[in-house]
């Protein structure tokens, strides 16, 4: 199947990079949101990114105004009625994602995929509330997504090959690398990555360390680009928190169980870079 025109619903931080990578490698991308300011974030990170682009020779003026003509923004969902697939990087909730494509079930054309970036929900799930599940699929993008070059791309029970196979496409037109996972809690990113994060903050939350000790000894000792406390910050408290319900729920095992300290701030509305504070503080 050719895929031409994309939309993404969310313009978040993740959203948002999908929407740039799509723009950048042709596509028309249409990009969603529930509120307006959420939109105007969106561009104004893309235009940022573009600008470092231009500054770096990367991209010349041109390429970058064509790249921000691709995109056009709009709150109307029923907008999917023109795209081949819609990416949905929205909020990592269940009712949320299963509300979201129950809508664009009935707003997309019959031929469309439907892909989710969760980061650790059940494609499955998300599938059985469409009446095309063979058309639904995981496309897990890497934050930062103009940076990173994983796609995590996941089978739902149903998803039909030849969708499969349209996604690998794109992913490499994207210009980045695809790796097929079958569908379990976390798939194997977050299955991995999430309880190293957990283990993270419970070091903090018993006072064996301070965050920056706990990051130095990670990026130090490891190697790791960033320390785990930075980066759950980076990722959003939030959505690590989501995360590790998602395995703990999902698993039955209480090697998921997520650290008090994390619910402790997330209920506190410390969700990490994007609000300014989470272990660190950001200005
Ligand atoms: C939760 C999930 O479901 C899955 C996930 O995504 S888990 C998170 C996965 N991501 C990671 O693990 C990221 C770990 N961190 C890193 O790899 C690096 O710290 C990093 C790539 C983010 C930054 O790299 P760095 O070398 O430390 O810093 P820096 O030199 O500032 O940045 C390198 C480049 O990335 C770009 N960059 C950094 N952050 C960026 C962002 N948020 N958006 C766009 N570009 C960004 C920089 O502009 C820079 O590009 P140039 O080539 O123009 O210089
Ligand atoms: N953060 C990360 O590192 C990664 C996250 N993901 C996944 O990507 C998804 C998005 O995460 P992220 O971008 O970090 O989150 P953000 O909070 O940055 O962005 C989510 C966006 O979706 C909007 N939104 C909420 N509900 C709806 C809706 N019904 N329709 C349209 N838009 C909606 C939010 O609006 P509002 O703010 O008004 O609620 C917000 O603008 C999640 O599923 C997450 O698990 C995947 C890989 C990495």
């Excluded at 939109?39 to 990367?58: H, S």
């Excluded at 991995?192 to 130095?216: F, Q, R, S």
């Excluded at 008090?260 to 870079?273: S, T």
Aim: proline content about 5%; charged content about 25%; aromatic content about 6%.
């Amino acid at each position: 199947m050719s895929i031409q025109k994309v939309m993404v619903i969310g313009a978040g931080q993740m959203g948002s990079g999908i929407a740039q990578v799509c723009a950048q490698a042709g596509y028309d991308v249409i990009v969603n949101d529930v509120k307006q300011e959420s939109l105007d974030k969106g561009l104004a990170n893309i235009t940022k990114n573009l600008n470092r682009n231009v500054e770096k020779g990367r991209m010349t003026e041109e390429e970058k105004e064509a790249t921000v003509n691709r995109l056009t923004w709009t709150q109307a969902i029923e907008d999917a009625s023109s795209v081949d697939i819609v990416i949905e990087a929205a909020v990592e909730n269940m009712d949320i994602k299963k509300s979201i494509f129950k809508t664009l079930d009935q707003h997309a054309p019959a031929h469309a995929i439907l892909a989710t970036n969760t980061s650790s929900l059940p494609i499955t799930e998300i599938a059985a509330v469409t009446s095309r599940p063979e058309k639904v699929i995981g496309m897990h993008f890497m934050n930062p997504v103009p940076v990173m070059k994983l796609v995590e791309i996941i089978r739902g029970l149903q998803t039909a090959d030849e969708v499969y196979n349209s996604i690998e496409d794109m992913t490499k037109k994207l210009a980045k690398v695809p790796v097929e996972v079958n569908d379990f809690p976390g798939f194997v990113s977050n299955r991995v990555l999430m309880p190293m994060i957990n283990e993270a903050i419970y070091t903090v939350y018993e006072g064996v360390a301070t965050p920056e000790a706990v990051d130095e000894v990670m990026k130090l000792g490891m190697n790791h680009p960033m320390g785990p406390l930075t980066l759950a910050d980076f990722i959003g408290l939030d959505t690590c928190l989501y995360i590790m319900e998602t395995l703990h729920e999902g698993f039955g095992d209480d090697k998921y169980r997520p650290c008090p300290l994390l619910r402790k701030y997330v209920k506190a509305g410390w969700l990490g870079k994007k609000t300014g504070r989470g272990f660190y503080t950001y200005s």
